[in-house]
């Protein structure tokens, strides 16, 4: 393995606990440092990397995108994202997206949807959310609350209140 020991990390948050490794590029399934190791990407970053690294026709339509026009606000019409959006809608169970930059804020969204639900529906005061014990979804104040991990918890005030947790099947094992 290749230790990246050299590197300088001291200006980053010590939020992760990093594995020394770094990678110079990505192809498909698999990943290479700098010094050519290939290694198997079984996380595809965390579960997002859906249709791997560099995919030709990703590469050529951030290219093209990338030329153009970079970011402008949700305030403006985006023809491009309601086109993507209407494409994960065919493809789907879903009949709305609402897109977003990380798992945290997509389960922010979730437990907003859920909320927004009861509470148009005349029970706002079904807030309650349900996650297993030692689950990790985020670190939002809403998410850390979810996930109920003393170590996430620690040092960021009152938790998030209506966050009940479960046991899971190996957990009662
Ligand atoms: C199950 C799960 N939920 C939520 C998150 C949070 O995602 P992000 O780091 O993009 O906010 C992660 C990230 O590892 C995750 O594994």
New binding site residues.
């Given amino acids: 393995m290749t230790t990246v020991s050299h590197f300088d990390n001291d200006s980053l948050y010590s939020t992760f606990a990093r594995a020394p490794v770094a990678f110079e590029r990505g192809e498909g399934v698999w990943l290479y440092t700098a010094d050519g190791e290939a290694y198997l990407d079984a996380m595809a970053g965390?579960?997002?990397t859906s249709v791997g690294h560099a995919h030709p026709h990703v590469v050529e339509a951030l290219k093209k995108q990338g030329e153009k026009l970079w970011h402008v606000s949700n305030w403006f019409e985006i023809p491009e994202q309601a086109a993507m959006a209407k494409r994960l809608t065919d493809a789907t169970f879903a009949d709305k997206v609402f897109f977003c930059?990380?798992?945290?804020?997509?389960?922010e969204c979730a437990i907003k949807t859920a909320r927004r639900y009861h509470y148009v529906n005349g029970n706002p005061e079904r807030i309650d959310i349900i996650t297993f014990e030692g689950?990790?979804?985020?670190?939002?104040i809403a998410?850390i609350a979810a996930g109920g991990q003393a170590k996430y918890l620690e040092g960021f005030g009152p938790k998030a209140p209506a966050s009940c947790r479960c046991r899971s099947a190996t957990a009662r094992r």
């Fill in positions: 965390v579960a997002v930059n990380s798992g945290a804020e997509a389960l689950a990790f979804h985020g670190r939002t998410t």
